[in-house]
């Protein structure tokens, strides 16, 4: 039986693709089908040869997962593939380049003493690649958080949020002294120092969150989370006294419809054309905000909610949520510290990183500008939230061995 209700969503996920790539279909020109139909066909292809190995071969009792994946990343494609046809390819081999992470992290996380071993490496790796960033990037849209190789851009701070959830989780996995939590410490400041110096707020903030989630999933101990965040507040006030050009970035908070033509302009347009769609959507190239700025990026939850409706975009949020729901369930069985804190510290970071997306663009709070899991254009946040899917799924590697 479960079996089949795998089958049936597996179905529905590629009817609601193929019906995104009809309606694309239908809006380009002939010249410009080849790139989307080879991207979706592959896509597609990808899903049921990997649903085909895992759950008929492999005989593999889970699958909501990967399911969660294919659904948010092929909604990520169909987008980006309207919006830019030439573009398809790229895309899809980000998606390709994400999961072929994700596979090798799940055979690297099998062994606990494997991963106890690669913290290190992760670790060093991570704000060596920052730092990196901070010196060799060059500031675009008013951060400095891209590296430009060969002509190819990489967004190095979107790989280290995968390394940033397995350095905490393998670092505190026995914490029998102070020590442990202070080269945790030691290492998040690094991090979010670096993102701080780049202008990178909105991830800074994401790895905060992060950082406070793991700690009180080791320490259990509430007041010292709130002293850790007491702290962070003064230096954040501490920085807007003395660096005052940091808070003109966020000057248009609260007043968007004061400057629509100016700072507001973005989320004015988001907000107006998000309703526009109604329920059901006006259908992929047929929406106003995909030729604003980043529409595909930082505004893409309102083409959704435009071009594809508001059902789909609220079932987009519900997804992020229940992922975490079905996270917080299942780490409760695992009788592993290491895994317990990996999985959920991963769904808690993708679930917040969407509500800072989508209420940035709302204006409920200062827009930052950062990307929609799975779902925003750009081939290093797709490659990073897969890789942080695995770490979700890596769950059930204990949840076999209780059963056995």
């Not at 690649?129 to 060969?150: C, D, H, P, Q």
């Not at 409706?309 to 729901?325: H, N, P, R």
């Amino acid at each position: 039986m479960k079996k089949n209700r795998y089958f049936f969503l597996m179905v529905l996920v590629t009817l609601f693709q193929t019906i995104c790539l009809f309606e694309i279909v239908i809006k380009l020109e002939a010249t410009d089908l080849k790139y989307p139909a080879i991207a979706f066909g592959g896509y597609i292809l990808l899903e049921w040869i990997y649903f085909i190995i895992h759950r008929g071969i492999m005989k593999s009792q889970s699958f909501e997962v990967e399911l969660i994946g294919f659904f948010l990343s092929g909604i990520g494609l169909a987008i980006t593939v309207s919006v830019y046809p030439e573009k398809s390819i790229t895309q899809l081999a980000a998606i390709l380049i994400g999961f072929a992470g994700y596979l090798v992290l799940l055979w690297i996380l099998k062994d606990v003493d494997r991963c106890m071993k690669l913290r290190y490496v992760a670790a060093v790796g991570s704000v060596g690649l920052l730092a990196l960033t901070l010196m060799l990037a060059k500031f675009t849209n008013g951060a400095k958080n891209w590296l430009y190789i060969g002509g190819m851009s990489i967004q190095p701070s979107e790989l280290v949020k995968v390394a940033f959830v397995f350095v905490g989780a393998a670092t505190l996995e026995k914490l029998q002294s102070t020590r442990s939590l202070t080269r945790y410490i030691i290492f998040a400041v690094a991090c979010i120092g670096c993102l701080f110096l780049m202008y990178d707020f909105g991830t800074a903030l994401i790895f905060f969150f992060t950082f406070i989630v793991i700690s009180f999933l080791r320490s259990g101990d509430i007041r010292t989370i709130i002293f850790i965040c007491v702290i962070a507040l003064l230096g954040a006030v501490l920085i807007l006294m003395f660096k005052p050009y940091v808070a003109s970035r966020f000057s248009s908070y609260m007043h968007i419809w004061e400057d629509v033509e100016g700072g507001g302009f973005q989320q004015t347009r988001t907000l107006t054309y998000a309703v526009s769609g109604g329920l059901f959507g006006l259908g992929l190239g047929n929406g106003e905000l995909r030729n604003v700025f980043a529409a595909t990026e930082d505004l893409v939850f309102g083409v959704v909610s435009e071009e594809l409706g508001l059902i789909i975009a609220f079932s987009i949020m519900l997804t992020y949520a229940g992922l975490l729901v079905y996270t917080v369930k299942n780490s409760k069985s695992v009788h592993s510290t290491f895994y317990s804190i990996l999985s959920v510290s991963a769904a808690a970071l993708l679930l917040f990183q969407a509500a800072v997306n989508v209420f940035g663009v709302s204006d409920l709070i200062p827009f930052t500008g950062v990307t929609l899991p799975f779902i925003s254009r750009g081939g290093s946040s797709v490659m990073g939230c897969w890789m942080l899917l695995s770490f979700i799924k890596a769950v059930s590697f204990r949840e076999k061995e209780a059963a056995k």
